[in-house]
């Protein structure tokens, strides 16, 4: 009995070793931003670049023109099922004015093994139809284990933009490492710059429909689409596809006066299962941003 419950502990190692070296191997979490903020935009395969919402210190930061209302929020992603990968995040964001909002967020990725950590700040800003947002990001990459002990930092900025064509179609841009920045250490390695468009479309009240695609470095273009439909008044469910792998994504989420509670699941080909949660405190009447 003892040697089997080895046995399946080997194996449990084996497969997060497995996880972690396809983490590395792709030199970020997720291609071109390492950590994609909040479960509404898990939900929609995160096709999120050109939505304002509380969530954008992360996703895009021209949506933070878009807020009305400061907030504050964490957020929780279990990914695959696996011990020492989980996201675990905080962020608050503040409207200095009409048109122009800012935001903090914090980010920590894995275990004492191996974490990312991102710390980042921006602001947006809304002049007529245009709203640009610009964010500064301190990475860190640190392994601690029996065989390598590796820490790398690197300042990485990015800029996006939101027009707004209509009162029911906008299109979002977005660069991700604007400056083409590089890790600290002997190797010098590159950060990946990413670059993503796309666009939200409104056709009613209760329906939003989202697309978008990204080219990070050498990989090829991917692609993402989101659904969000308002069932009844506050509750919404979402769908989603991407590419590049071929991921499936659902959500569900619940705007109370002053919560604002998400959840949603993606799948992986090979992987399996990621759960995300997120838990908002809007700080005076909520509204909807957009």
Not at 84 to 101: C, E, Q, R, Y
Not at 112 to 134: C, D, E, M, T, W
Not at 185 to 192: L, P
Not at 218 to 230: C, I, K, M, Q, T
Request: aromatic fraction near 12%.
């Amino acid at each position: 009995m003892k040697e089997q419950s080895g046995y399946f502990t080997r194996q449990k190692n084996f497969l997060r070793s497995l996880v972690i070296f396809l983490i590395v191997s792709g030199k970020s979490f997720a291609d071109g931003n390492p950590f994609p903020i909040g479960a509404r935009a898990w939900g929609l395969a995160n096709a999120t670049i050109a939505r304002s919402d509380y969530y954008a210190i992360g996703n895009n930061a021209a949506g933070l023109a878009g807020i009305s209302n400061s907030a504050i929020f964490s957020t929780y992603d279990s990914h695959y099922g696996f011990d020492g990968i989980n996201t675990l995040g905080f962020g608050a964001v503040m409207p200095l004015s009409k048109d122009m909002g800012i935001g903090l967020s914090i980010q920590r990725f894995g275990d004492k093994v191996y974490n990312q950590i991102a710390l980042g700040a921006g602001a947006g800003h809304r002049i007529n139809r245009f709203s640009l947002g610009l964010k500064v990001n301190y990475l860190q990459t640190a392994i601690n284990s029996s065989a390598i002990v590796l820490s790398k930092k690197a300042l990485v900025f990015e800029f996006g933009g939101i027009a707004v064509i209509s009162s029911k179609l906008y299109f979002g841009a977005h660069v991700f490492n604007l400056t083409q920045s590089r890790y600290s250490g002997e190797n010098r390695e590159n950060v990946d710059t990413a670059l993503r468009t796309g666009f939200l479309y409104k056709p009613s009240k209760n329906i939003q429909l989202s697309a978008e695609i990204e080219k990070v470095a050498a990989s090829p273009v991917s692609f993402r689409a989101g659904l969000e439909y308002e069932v009844i008044k506050n509750f919404v469910v979402r769908g989603g596809i991407a590419s590049r792998p071929q991921t499936n994504h659902f959500g569900v989420g619940f705007q109370g006066s002053h919560f604002h509670l998400d959840y949603a699941v993606h799948t992986h080909p090979q992987l399996g299962w990621s759960h995300h949660f997120s838990l908002a405190y809007v700080l005076g009447q909520s509204d909807k941003p957009e």
